[in-house]
């Protein structure tokens, strides 16, 4: 059991307690029914998608400034897991708007930037898989990390000004109740300490990786036609 | 209720996968063949 | 180094290469005009809804006659490996990013030049200052995003994929701002002072920020 | 005194090592051939020296400048023929010339000088993609050497040229500092007294000519 595997085990079992809570501990909500527990893990995993998405951005930004290669692994790392949780945050957040909207989509401005987000670092991933591996790949991956960033806000806050040229129904989400913060709170604890798992475990697959492209070459030159020790 | 537990299945079934997935392949990265290399 | 001395030389070298073969213009101007037709019987459009309706039809065409106007903006300079011969030069990155932007949003304005008219020909929708303003403005902020992920793109494999999938996100905010814009100019609701006011904000934060980011992406 | 001072330059495309730990000193006003068959890593390794390329590893030094720091400045020093020409085919041979003296920051009279030292006044106005290849050729020299830069990195230089080439090539480099890559051994011999072999993205003696090609 490597300390990776550790980890990972702390952080599954966490999210078993948050589970536990989510279903046993919080109460029903008198408005929207058992459905409304879907908004516990959809709203952490939104934000710990948001906090992958920092990572990515950091390490962005140190890998123009200084070139660490370590910088660039946690924006790799970052970014995958960030795709991950958007997904998730999507598909319940689709699953949730259904029953209570009656549609799976509408172009709220949450929903609307979620969207962006999650196309921008599917395209951030697409090119780094196409773009030579090495300095190329991570200054313009670097680049595309930090407009994406950018951009979201942007979109969010445009999509909410459009909202108000058109004005249509709002959706009012009231107060919590204690044991509903209190559940959200602790599940959305647990699912950061998710990402941060994952993202350490991500890490270290890019850092074998890297190593590993370089460790084969060595074996393959020494190996050349004209062996180094030749007389 | 149904959209509930289909929910709470794909989030698990995606993150579960996620995490399995890394975990083998970061196993393979440091399993036998590449600290051969090392020697 | 004067930049803004090389970056009039940079566009003033692209909009005479075009002027030169006229490959670009010819073929987005037809390409709008088709996207205009596409509209009309995809959508319908009548004396009734044409005022909602084309807005979004001219941003559609502005759109992807953008990104073949950008994809094509190096292109021509990596099939002769003249992007390097013009990096391999003491002017700074910037300053080619810039003239380069320029000549694209000439061209793209060039592209407006034929679009807007046949918009209000085809839909009989209003063609006043108001709505030429806010598709040059939009024009701006677009151009600088555009050229810059070209740039981006173009020494990767599947770059006529990956332009579109990179740009079209970060297109967003102009389209909604334009495209309200354009809306409350043509009588529909909608303030039209704000829509250009944000505009004007979104060009202003994407110019700076395409600036900075030229010196790491038209670099070795 | 040294003009250029290489040591340890590796550098990887992705997987493949392309160049690994090559060091070569050349001095001001030397001329050096870099020979080695395609895929020795000659282009890689004269990209670098051009400060077109980064390498991975490695420490460049030219005219006491570090490269990689310095690299803009030194573009004020280099003049670099890449394999490809690199013009705009729709503008003329002058006007090719003249983009790049505004870019150089260098006055438009060294168009026609550099022209007439590669032998191009009389085709000065004809667009570049009516060249013919070895008129093109001619065209990226004299680019290259438009703002008198004291640093010549020239990547197989005699290609499509034709006989006169060694002719032209002498006159282009007189009184310049040259690493030049060829397959041309004889071109080499008669051009530059020093030759670094390249195999397999190592170099091989960087002796003088007498011994490396006897």
Known sequence: MSRHERWAAVAVGLMVVAGAAI??????????????????LHVSSAIAAYGCFTVVLIGGLVYLRRESLVADRFARAGAVVGVVFTTVTLVMGMLWAKPIWGTYWTWDARLTSTLVLWMIYAGYLLVRRLADPGRQAARIAAVVGIFGFVDVPVVHFSVTWWRTQHPGPVVVNDALPPEMLATFLLTMACTLVLAAVLIAIRYRIETLSDERMHLAEEVKVITAPEPRMAP | MTYLIVAYVFAVALLGGFLGWSLRRLRELEGPTSSGLRR | MNPVRVAIAVARKDLKSEWRTRELVPALAQFVVLALLIGNFGFQVDTRNASAIAPGILWFALVFAGLVAFGRTFAAEREQASLEAMLMTPASPVAIFAGKAMAATVLLVLCEVVLLPALTLFFGTPLGADVVAAVLLATVGMAALGVLFAAIVAR?????????????????????????????????????????GLLLDFDILFVVLTSLAARFVLDE | MSFVVANGLTHWFGRDLVLEGVDLVVDTGEHMAVLGDNGAGKTTLLRILATALRPTAGRLQIAGLDAFREKRRLRHHVGYLAHAPGLYPA????????????????????????????????????????????????LAIARAILHEPRLLVLDEPDASLGEDAAELLTRVTQGKTVIMATHDRALANRLCPRTLELRHGRSHGTATRLHVVT
């Open chain 3, 156 to 196: 990767v494999r599947a770059r006529e994929l990956l332009l579109p999938l990179l740009t079209l996100p970060l297109w967003i905010p102009f389209i909604v701002a334009g495209g309200q814009a354009v809306q409350s100019a043509m009588g529909l609701p909608g303030s039209y002072q704000e829509a250009m």
């Open chain 4, 91 to 138: 503008l003329s041979a002058v006007e090719n010339l003249e983009f790049f003296c505004d870019l150089q920051e260098v006055s438009r009279t060294r168009v026609e000088e550099a022209l007439d030292v590669v032998g191009m006044t009389s085709a000065a106005h004809r667009r570049a993609d009516q060249l013919s290849r070895g008129m093109q050729q001619r």
């Open chain 1, 23 to 40: 279903f046993l501990y919080a109460p029903t909500d008198y408005l929207q029914g058992p459905v409304q527990r879907i908004f516990y």
